[in-house]
């Protein structure tokens, strides 16, 4: 059941420039955007977000855009940089319609920094 | 700043042996989730708890396991007979809100022989 794909198992950039990490999802009734980095042997710390009623989020380096139509939405780091190196993970959240919260994630993407 | 934590990072144990998993959560959250993710293999939701009870669960969360708030700070998940399928981390996760950013623990890795 991959409600939530993430279809490049890894992205290899030149630091400084941008990484484009991409992720489809199937579920309609999803309405909250998540992208999570993850370290190995550590749990998944939070990026950024975003909500459906919207279709653009930025913080600092980290730009994420939603496509409802297409039901696609992208991660945009730029300038990228060594430290960006590792696994994302897209999430998505909402599909039941009531008090169902729970986040279905995509398989990650490992993302290489090159200096 | 405030973070979820885990005990303990790594859990070994026997087949059959009961487990469990405590957690943290940052203490002002009111959403509480376990979630596993087996080796090579995505994130997966297992259990969510809302005001002292199950909120949604998994096919996953079967009657091996079980999850309580003994206390205003701790957040457990218990696995009663662990099974070999039972080995992968597992992650605790908190929110503050029904619709805000879940924060996850460190994980603890479980195997089991």
């Known amino acids: 059941d991959q409600q939530v794909k993430q279809n490049s198992p890894s992205l290899s950039v030149q630091e400084g420039r941008i990484s484009i990490l991409n992720c489809d999802y199937t579920n309609s009734m999803f309405d909250y955007f998540l992208w999570y980095k993850k370290y190995p042997a550590e749990g998944p710390t939070f990026l950024i977000s975003i909500s459906s009623i919207k279709d653009k989020n930025e913080d600092g380096r980290f730009t994420v855009f939603l496509n409802k139509s297409a039901k696609h939405l992208s991660l945009h780091i730029v300038p990228s940089q060594p430290g960006d190196s590792a696994v994302y993970f897209c999430?998505?959240?909402?599909?039941?319609?009531?008090?169902?919260?729970?986040?279905?994630f995509g398989k990650g993407t490992l993302l290489t920094v090159n200096p | 700043e405030p973070e979820v934590t885990q005990t303990p990072s790594h859990q070994v144990t026997q087949m059959g042996q009961e487990v469990i998993l405590r957690c943290v959560p940052i203490?002002?959250?009111?959403?509480f989730y376990w979630y596993r993710q087996i080796l090579g293999q995505k994130v997966e939701f297992l259990v969510s708890?809302?005001?002292?009870?199950?909120?949604?669960k998994s096919e996953i969360f079967d009657d091996q396991f079980s999850v309580e708030r003994p206390d205003g700070s701790n957040f457990t998940l218990k696995i009663r007979s662990t099974k070999l399928e039972d080995s992968a981390m597992y992650f605790c996760?908190?929110?503050?809100?029904?619709?805000?950013?879940?924060?996850f623990g460190p994980g603890t890795r479980l195997t089991v022989l």
């Open positions: 708890f809302y005001n002292n009870e199950i909120s949604e």
């Open positions: 999430a998505a959240s909402g599909g039941s319609g009531g008090s169902n919260y729970k986040l279905t």
């Open positions: 203490s002002n959250h009111l959403y």
């Open positions: 996760a908190s929110g503050g809100h029904s619709t805000d950013t879940q924060y």
